[in-house]
């Protein structure tokens, strides 16, 4: 099975700055789209940003500009730069992964994921 631990979440004041790694575990993530997700308390879990495989990447639109998704084949890690950081970004986000190239923005698309990091951003 495939295990993904994400650190790097905390509290930040608004305008700072996280980065948040995902580390993967039982499958190479130079053939995966890896995906980050969040979930804000009584919302429901939102799309944040993928890569795929073969380097394209998608947002959500409320995060272009500010957040960047990478990955380290090398070292298995997928990151997500977060700059500019807005209270409205407060949530657990977490780390996932999906088969093949296409970018989803469903979380039912992905298979497993991280147990999340709480990311807080006090204004």
């Known amino acids: 099975q495939v295990q993904l631990v994400e650190s790097g979440g905390g509290l930040v004041q608004a305008g700072g700055s996280l980065r948040l790694s995902c580390a993967v575990s039982?499958?190479?993530?130079?053939?995966?789209?890896m995906g980050w997700f969040r979930q804000a308390p009584g919302k429901e879990r939102e799309f944040v940003a993928a890569i795929s495989w073969g380097g394209p990447t998608d947002y959500l639109d409320s995060v272009k500009g500010r957040f960047t998704i990478s990955r380290d084949n090398a070292k298995n890690t997928a990151y997500l730069q977060m700059n500019s950081l807005k209270p409205e970004d407060t949530a657990i986000y977490y780390c996932?992964?999906?088969?093949?190239?296409?970018?989803?923005?469903?979380?039912?698309?992905?298979?497993?994921w991280g147990q999340g990091t709480q990311v807080t951003v006090s204004s």
């Open positions: 996932t992964w999906r088969r093949g190239g296409c970018l989803r923005v469903r979380p039912e698309d992905y298979i497993d």
């Open positions: 039982g499958r190479t993530i130079s053939t995966s789209t």
